[in-house]
């Protein structure tokens, strides 16, 4: 949990660093949080649509999530499409 404070902390000081967001994500996953971590993830892909590393872990976050997403939202991620998923 302190993980989690300290991502949001320095997300107020650089909010366009898009390795505190997937950092942050990662702490969410790690807590459990995933769809937290699917949210954050998402947020770091914004700024960096390329990191296919993030996508990779956008889609096991919300593989884990307890009562799923639509199969659109898991399609626009197969398919690397950030216009088209949300949570």
Known sequence: EQAVI?????????PNYA???SNLAIA?????QHEDAARF????????PDATHIWNFLHS????I???INSGDMKAIDERNLAAARF
């Open 61 to 64: 976050a919300v593989l884990n």
């Open 28 to 32: 969410h996953a790690n807590l459990g």
């Open 19 to 21: 390795r505190s967001w």
């Open 66 to 68: 307890p009562d799923g």
């Open 41 to 48: 993830y998402l947020s770091s892909l914004v700024l960096n």
């Open 6 to 14: 300290a991502y949001h902390q320095g997300l107020l000081l650089k």
